[in-house]
Structures are given as C-alpha cells and as structure tokens.
C-alpha cells in the first residue's frame, strides 16, 4: 500500500502551483500566466494566499450570485451541517420539497416538477435524456457557439470546438446558427428580420439533417461561454413556434442567466416572452455550493418512466443552500438589483469602448456584460491576445473578469448581484486603468 501524505495542506502560492501542476489533469487549464491561489472571500472580495485583496467580477463564473460566503447562506449550511448531511434521493426531506417548491414558483408558465443534480451539465443530460422519453425520438438540435457542459454528451452537445475533447461521437445532435448579432450573416445591425432569417435556417436544419422529427431544441438563452451572445428581437418565439411544430421540445438552459442576472425578470428566457419545455439551471442557484436543477410540466417527467436516483442529487445540504439563497435573492429583489446596476456597468463600459479602438462591442443584460476585442473595427477579427493582456492587467489592477468567445477573445463580467453602486464605480476604475496598461503596452 502506497504511503499517504498526511502533511498539513501548503498553502505558498508556488507550492500550490507545482501541486496542481503534477496532480490535477492539465486540461483543468486555470487563468493567468501566474494562477492565482485563492484562500478567502466575503461579499465581492476574494483574498489570494499572499494576502492580495481582489474585487471579483466572475463571481467563479457567476456562481457566487449574492457575493462570496453571504452570512445567511453560510449560517444555514452550518446548521444544516450538524443535523444531517446526507440521505441520497430513496428518502424524503423538507428541504428538497422547499427547494423544488420555490423553484416552481419563479419558473415559467407550468413549470413545476424538478430533478436536483450536482451541476449543469447533469442537469443537461437529464433535460436531453427526458426530452427523448417524452418524444420517444432522439435528435437534438443545438446551437453553434454553445456550451453545455463536460460530459460526453455535453461536449457533443457544446457547439465550441475548444472545449471538445473528441470528435463528434454522438449521433443526432445537429448545430444550427447562432444568433450572434456582432457577426450577423445576414443583416448589420442585426434586428428583429434577421430572427426570420435564423428560424428559416432552423427550419431547413430539420428538413435537410434530421428525420424531421427531432426530440428537442436546446439553447442558452445568452449564449455564456461564447461571451455572452443576446439573441435578436423575437428569435426565442420564432425558434420555439418552429421546434413545436415539428413535435420537439425547447430545453432551455439558464445555468448562467437565470435567477435575475439578467434584469427585471428571474429567467432569460422571459425577455423574450416563451415559456420553455424543460429549463436547466446551476451555477447561481445556491450561491456556490454544487446545485443543478431541471424544471418541466408534470405531464413531461412523468414520461419518465425507469427508476432514477442520484446519490448526491438534492441532499439536505445543498437544498439548504438552494433555499436560502432563493430566500434571500427575492427579499433582494435580485432581478431588480441586477437591471440597476447592470445599467451602471454597461454605461462605464460604453464609455470605455469610446476610448479605446479595439473594442469591438460590448453586450449583455443585466449584470452579465461584455466586451468583444477586436483588432480592429472594420475587419472585426478577433483579438484573443488584447483579451489575455486585459485580463492579466485588470489582476494587476486588483480586478478579477472572465473570458469567453470562441477564440477567448471576449471579457466577461458576472459580479455578485448584490453588488453596490460603490462597487460597481471601484470595478470601472480598476477596469479603465487596466485598459490604459492595455493601450501602452505595460
Ligand atoms: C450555459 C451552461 N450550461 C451548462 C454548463 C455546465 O455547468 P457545470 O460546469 O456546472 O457542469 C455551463 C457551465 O459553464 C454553462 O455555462
């Protein structure tokens, strides 16, 4: 038997470097020329291990959705902690009902029943496998550009080469368009006619690729890791009038745009006014702690007709978690909070793209904001090297961003959506100084 290191853990930068570097797989690629080791957070502030205060705008891919350790969330993890910790799914407990009764309650439409997993990607995979028992068909329609998570059939289902380990290996998934109005085929500026011209494209896609009968359509409904993509003006309903009529479900996934992050409304999808099939969600959900969940109508999962568990799934903990920071995000008003100050981000980041060339766009809801790097305006290319270098500069500003795109050329911001107006104010300033070291070189 092979000796166990029991040492108390290193906690010098370096060491946690050359310990990632030799035990983690080397695809779990981390930010930065120097990853930083992270050791402490409160609200949105994260503290690396040399005792460097940062303010973090990626919330951990906008999964810290009320700021890092929020008291409320933590105080009842704890307590739940000490009572009971685990059941698996064969037994009942309040909390999972409370979790998936207030889950209905801010869903859509008739969205009501749900399956709890440990992230999106599960989540996905249960959205997928139930539109095929519903349908009782199996092709599946996804959009380019798209994430959906990391499992084989994610990977398959993501419509992002760079985050594809093998070639395509599942049969049935079809990529149509994306929506991408800063690169629009058809129209510039991309509106409301060029919505006709992706649903027409989605409708040749199941004539010409598919048996005409697909299972489902799934799509996020701001396409995150493609550096946050917003659909044009009716595209959701054309999309979904078109899957409908060809006897398909639309899956909608809000694993990052859910719970208010994009403004006013809880979910995505009801900017634009569709009610989903099946809705996906992680990330935000729990404030951190590892929740996914997938909503449907009664009658859809009861199409579901094998035995199902998961071990982890809806434990006691994680549906603490997921109560709780549901709790606090209406007394919050998160939808709210985030249309209030997401407009204060976008107009300091409008007049930065003002100021500097390479700017190409800049895009979101809410307080899900980005920016397109390009080298330059006319020619659009885009420019993942300037997108590195801001990102590099904003951590020496003391600023933590995202990147995102299909050539990681795109900044992405997703702070706490409790953030304050101070905050947001600090953030831009860092930001704008990190975009000057950008300018100069520096
Ligand atoms: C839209 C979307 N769906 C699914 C996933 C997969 O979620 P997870 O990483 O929790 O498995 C992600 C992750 O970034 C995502 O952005």
Known sequence: ????????????????????????????????????????????????????????FFSGILTASLGHCHPEVVERIRQQAGILGHTSTLYLTENQVEAARRLADMAPGDLKSSFFT??????????????????????????????????????????NASWRPLPSSIAGIKHVMSPYPYRCPFRRPCDESCSEAFARDFE?????TTNGSPAAFIAETIQGVAGYIVPPPGYFQKMVEIIHKYGGLFICDE???????????????????V????????????????????ITREEIAASWTTKSISTFGGNPLAMAATTTTLDVMVKEDTPGRSALRGKQLREGLEVLAEEYEWIGETRG??????????????????????????????????????????????????????????????????????????????
């Open 255 to 273: 694993v990052q745009a859910g719970f208010g992050r994009t403004g006013e409304k809880w979910f995505g999808i009801e900017h634009w006014d």
């Open 204 to 208: 040749e896609a199941i004539q010409t």
């Open 275 to 294: 009610e989903p099939d099946i809705m996906v969600m992680a990330k935000g959900i729990a404030n951190g702690f590892p929740v996914g969940a997938t």
């Open 118 to 159: 440990n992230s999106g990607t599960e989540a996905v995979e249960t959205a997928v496998m139930l539109a095929c028992c519903y349908t009782g068909r199996s092709e599946i329609l996804a959009l380019r550009h798209s994430y959906s998570g990391r499992s084989f059939l994610t990977t398959n289902i993501t419509g």
């Open 365 to 442: 809801m809410g307080l899900m904001q980005a920016l397109e790097l390009v080298e330059d305006r006319e020619t659009k290319k885009e420019s993942p090297e300037k997108a590195n270098a801001l990102l590099e500069a904003a951590k020496a500003e003391g600023l933590l961003v995202g990147m995102g795109g299909r050539k990681a050329h795109v900044i992405r911001l997703g702070p706490s959506m409790l953030i304050t107006e101070a905050e947001v104010e600090e953030g831009l300033e860092r930001l704008g100084r990190a975009c000057r070291r950008v300018e100069e070189g520096r």
């Open 1 to 56: 038997m092979k000796e166990v290191n029991v040492s108390t853990p290193v906690t010098r930068a370096e060491d946690v470097r050359a310990g990632h570097r030799e035990f983690i797989f080397p695809s779990v690629a981390p930010y930065y020329q120097d990853p930083l080791v992270l050791v402490q957070g409160k609200g949105m502030v994260v503290v690396d291990s040399e005792g460097t205060e940062f303010l973090d």
